[in-house]
């Protein structure tokens, strides 16, 4: 499974729009792109996923780069609840072992 | 609510204790994960088993047993545990293992080994 790279932390103020980005520089033609959350003490939320196409659902917006090398997870108006730990996870289309890394914290600020 | 329950939710164990932890989910899902999250560290897949068979087991220690006696339901039993074992563990189901779909998770049972 492609090795994906997240920054350890960002900040974001209430009302904000949150671009989380996330390199997979190895990431093969089968893998797709996941993300999950992990707000405080809870179990991981599935956000979204993708494999080439731009995806958007009630949670969020994600956006693939044409080459497929790394992606951005966008809260539109981020919340105090969103604060949590963002998770970027590469898969092959046949594999549903979840592999955790460090993820983003990301703090919403008032 | 994500449709998987674990039970229970805080447990405190001493080592020479034997415990089990519970997670059932009525999903329709025919694949269960084990995960371990210890202070300050990455969840790390434990045990995954499809339609109860276990599938992969990540070297984890022995005195961690699973059991999968039905698709709906998984235990974690827990037996001369060592404080370092104390952490969240996490229950998730998924439609299989190799389907591309989203994974629902439990929200987990804080383990206390003292």
């Known amino acids: 499974d492609a090795k994906t790279t997240q920054p350890p932390s960002m900040d974001c103020a209430e009302g904000r729009a949150a671009n989380l980005p996330c390199n997979h520089s190895?990431?093969?033609?089968?893998?797709?792109v996941y993300w999950y959350r992990q707000i405080h003490s809870q179990g991981p939320q599935y956000i979204i996923h993708?494999?080439?196409n731009n995806e958007t659902n009630e949670m969020a917006s994600l956006i693939i780069t044409e080459d497929r090398k790394s992606s951005t997870l966008i809260l539109p108006h981020a919340t105090l609840r969103d604060t949590a730990v963002y998770y970027c996870?590469?898969?092959?289309?046949?594999?549903?072992?979840?592999?955790f890394g460090g993820g983003t914290r990301l703090m919403v600020k008032p | 609510e994500t449709g998987v329950t674990q039970t229970p939710r805080h447990l405190v164990m001493g080592m020479t204790n034997k415990k089990s932890l519970k997670c059932e989910q009525h999903?329709?899902?025919?694949?269960m994960y084990w995960y371990k999250q210890s202070a300050k560290k990455p969840l790390e897949l434990m045990f995954v088993?499809?339609?109860?068979?276990?599938?992969e087991n990540n070297s984890v220690p022995s005195r961690f047993s699973p059991e999968c006696p039905n698709s709906s339901h998984l235990f974690l039993h827990l037996h001369t545990l060592q404080p370092e074992d104390s952490a969240l563990y996490l229950c998730?189901?998924?439609?299989?293992?190799?389907?591309?779909?989203?994974?629902?998770f439990g929200q987990g049972t804080r383990l206390t080994v003292v």
């Open positions: 999903l329709g899902h025919n694949a």
């Open positions: 190895t990431i093969s033609g089968n893998e797709y």
């Open positions: 993708g494999l080439k």
């Open positions: 998730a189901s998924s439609r299989g293992v190799l389907m591309n779909t989203e994974a629902f």
């Open positions: 088993y499809s339609l109860e068979e276990r599938v």
């Open positions: 996870i590469a898969l092959p289309d046949a594999g549903n072992m979840l592999t």
